[in-house]
């Protein structure tokens, strides 16, 4: 036998026996055990996170939207509240000159009786907002 | 697993807190002093519980007599119109349309019956004073007196 023959049939050994060892069954659980441990991809971190932040971010959103619309009540006409208002101990009115500077914004104003009308006069360097409605032609 | 229940645990309380949050802004609630006053050029009368008030309405009104015919502090609510009953069978109507740091948004309405005599949405300072008028009662005309804030 050649040198040569002598190596080509030492690489076949080597070969098979590799096989072997291969696909031996214990050889194979230890191989997938060992990949198991320090080879497997982790969990996608944000799994299923994702689903729960959808569903807080569509409350939270929900949530301004109501709130928003409780800020800014439309003007709705309702029936006319009976219930009986409630008198407080008596209050002693606080006198309207002390009062700190006011200034008072008026957004709308209407009247079916007469011509309106939102003036300002000053006292004691305060001003003061007056709204009037010049019912069946009486003056001020 | 585990986790999935921790992360519902904490998610239950977060959501409640979200629906909860409008309605705790909701409640907000105001008080306003309502004063009554009826003016007249009939007579020099001044019939009001503070005379303190005297001097101011000379100053911006120029009626001769000034008679206090009531004084009630209502709670205004967002949801709620007040009604307060005033001379001559007229009615305020008062509703909290806003309210911001320093300031409050009411609608006030005087009418009788079916007739409104004044429609207004006026922002008032609070602590402020707004003056509305001009209905005839009594022979003379109607004042009312708003004080926020107090």
């Known amino acids: 036998m050649t040198r040569e023959n002598r190596e080509k049939q030492m690489n076949r050994l080597y070969r098979d026996y590799l096989h072997r060892e291969v696909r031996n069954p214990l050889v194979r659980e230890e191989k997938r055990k060992l990949i198991e441990t320090f080879f497997t991809e982790s969990a996608p971190?944000?799994?299923?996170?994702?689903?729960?932040?959808?569903?807080?971010?569509?409350?939270?959103?929900f949530s301004f939207l109501v709130f928003f619309a409780y800020q800014h009540p439309a003007w709705v006409p309702q029936s006319i509240s009976t219930h009986q208002l409630a008198q407080p101990a008596p209050v002693q009115p606080e006198p309207i000159l002390e009062i700190h500077p006011l200034v008072t914004e008026v957004k709308r104003l209407t009247s079916r009786v007469g011509p309106t009308m939102v003036y300002q006069k000053m006292y004691r360097e305060t001003p003061i907002t007056i709204v009037w409605v010049f019912a069946n032609g009486e003056v001020l | 697993m585990k986790?999935?229940?921790?992360?519902?645990a904490i998610l239950i309380p977060v959501l409640a807190f979200c629906l909860v949050l409008p309605f705790l802004r909701?409640?907000?609630?105001?008080?306003?002093?309502?004063?009554v006053l009826v003016a007249s050029n009939q007579g020099t009368d001044f019939n009001l519980d503070n005379d303190a008030y005297r001097d101011q309405l000379i100053k911006l009104f120029s009626y001769k007599s000034y008679s206090q015919k009531?004084?009630?502090?209502?709670?205004?609510?967002?949801?709620?119109?007040?009604?307060?009953s005033l001379p001559g069978g007229y009615e305020l109507l008062l509703l909290l349309q806003d309210e911001q740091s320093g300031k409050l948004m009411v609608q006030a309405v005087?009418?009788?019956?079916?007739?409104?005599?004044?429609?207004?949405?006026?922002?008032?300072?609070?602590?402020?004073?707004a003056f509305l008028g001009g209905p005839p009662a009594e022979g003379g005309v109607l004042i009312l007196v708003l004080e926020s804030g107090i």
Do not use: C, H
């Open chain 2, 70 to 84: 009531d004084q009630v502090v209502v709670r205004l609510e967002r949801t709620k119109r007040e009604k307060v």
């Open chain 2, 110 to 129: 005087i009418r009788k019956g079916e007739t409104t005599y004044l429609d207004t949405i006026m922002s008032i300072l609070k602590p402020g004073v």
């Open chain 2, 3 to 8: 986790k999935m229940r921790r992360g519902i």
């Open chain 1, 45 to 61: 971190r944000w799994g299923w996170q994702k689903p729960l932040a959808f569903a807080v971010g569509i409350v939270a959103v």
């Open chain 2, 26 to 35: 909701a409640e907000v609630n105001e008080r306003v002093m309502v004063t």
